[in-house]
């Protein structure tokens, strides 16, 4: 149903952009949302994005990444500037309920029921 790529290992203050590619008509359909897991920690959420329009970031990730989407590719993107050691972590993409996208996405979740996918490594040094 989705599949997460893109992440690798970079330097501190190196780039990726992470890809989320999805099935059918998801991304016209749902609010989406990208989420990290570091070592020990609770997977948390880091920015989000609506159906048409509305974008959110964690404080911590504002001006340094970038949540975009590509519907007639069906792919959902995160681009990451500037990284930091503390970006270290499993990143994830899923379907979030839309009434969350104005909000801080540290508080987001993703739709009852909704599968995690695999999600892509992401290492900065």
């Known amino acids: 149903q989705l599949v997460e790529s893109g992440g690798g290992s970079v330097q501190a203050g190196g780039s990726l952009r992470l890809s989320c590619a999805v099935s059918?008509?998801?991304?016209?359909?749902?609010?989406m949302g990208w989420f990290r897991q570091a070592p020990g920690k609770e997977r948390e959420g880091v920015a989000t994005i609506g159906i048409a329009v509305g974008t959110n970031y964690v404080e911590s990730v504002k001006g340094r990444f970038s949540i975009s989407k590509d519907n007639a590719k069906n792919t959902l993107y995160l681009q990451m500037n500037s990284l930091k050691l503390e970006d270290t972590a499993m990143y994830y993409c899923?379907?979030?309920?839309?009434?969350?996208?104005?909000?801080?996405?540290?508080?987001?979740?993703?739709?009852?029921?909704?599968?995690w996918g695999l999600g892509t490594q992401v290492t900065v040094s």
């Open positions: 059918g008509d998801i991304l016209r359909n749902y609010c």
């Open positions: 899923a379907a979030v309920p839309c009434t969350m996208v104005p909000g801080n996405p540290s508080s987001a979740r993703p739709l009852s029921g909704w599968p």
